[in-house]
């Protein structure tokens, strides 16, 4: 089963309000990244666990917060969203030195208004 | 900072064509090469990888890399209607870290 589950699949949120966006999978793989997707553009990396190691984006560091604690659940957290934060959030997880494949998750659509 | 580009942007090819994809990165010391493909309202899906130089063939599609040049490629043989997506090509560091290029939008015509 290579199936990695975000929720909500839909997010609406104030401007100023915290959004918290979930992801889990059960393939036991050992790293678990975000990913910010806007119209036209590339997927931008906002940060990823290895194991129990964040990296986290210099130009995204103190805008997205994450946390994992178990190997199967990430969770991506902002603190005070803004208009700019409108966009899909998708989740992946791989298996580093395994393939290096990345399992997407089929994204939640955030809107900020 | 990785920088990873792709081109061309978006490309229309009849039914049988045979399509290539091209994909520049600017760290030498990458080592992980992919093309993943999403079709519309899907999660993008890997398709192949490559770790050295050389080429790589599954069934219609083969990636060649040349890291000297910073630059691979996916072709794709006999271009099916259901080939129609975007094409993401990513690259990989020895820190897990995988960027992904801003995609090659595909249309192949019946």
């Known amino acids: 089963d290579t199936t990695v589950k975000q929720n909500p699949r839909y997010k609406l949120a104030r401007v100023g309000k915290p959004v918290n966006l979930i992801c889990s999978q059960t393939m036991n793989h050992d790293t678990m990244y975000w990913y910010q997707k806007k119209p036209n553009q590339a997927p931008k990396l906002l940060l990823f666990?290895?194991?129990?190691?964040?990296?986290r984006e210099a130009d995204t560091f103190e805008k997205f917060q994450s946390s994992r604690p178990n190997n199967s659940f990430c969770s991506l957290y902002i603190g005070s969203a803004g208009l700019e934060y409108s966009a899909m959030y998708l989740c992946?997880?791989?298996?580093?030195?395994?393939?290096?494949?990345?399992?997407f998750g089929a994204g939640t659509r955030l809107s900020v208004l | 900072q990785q920088k990873v580009q792709q081109s061309p942007e978006s490309l229309i090819v009849p039914e049988g064509a045979m399509t290539s994809l091209n994909c520049t990165f600017s760290?030498?010391?990458?080592?992980?090469f992919a093309w993943y493909r999403q079709h519309s309202g899907k999660a993008p899906k890997a398709l192949m990888s490559?770790?050295?130089?050389g080429e790589k063939e599954e069934g219609r599609f083969t990636i060649h890399l040349n890291k000297a040049s910073l630059h691979f490629s996916l072709h794709i043989r006999d271009s099916q209607p259901s080939d129609s997506a975007l094409y993401l090509c990513?690259?990989?560091?020895?820190?897990?870290?995988?960027?992904f290029g801003t995609g090659t939008r595909l249309q192949v015509l019946p």
């Open positions: 490559i770790f050295s130089n």
């Open positions: 666990y290895y194991d129990k190691i964040l990296n």
């Open positions: 760290d030498s010391a990458s080592q992980y």
């Open positions: 992946a997880s791989s298996s580093w030195g395994s393939q290096n494949t990345l399992y």
């Open positions: 990513a690259v990989g560091s020895n820190t897990n870290k995988v960027v």
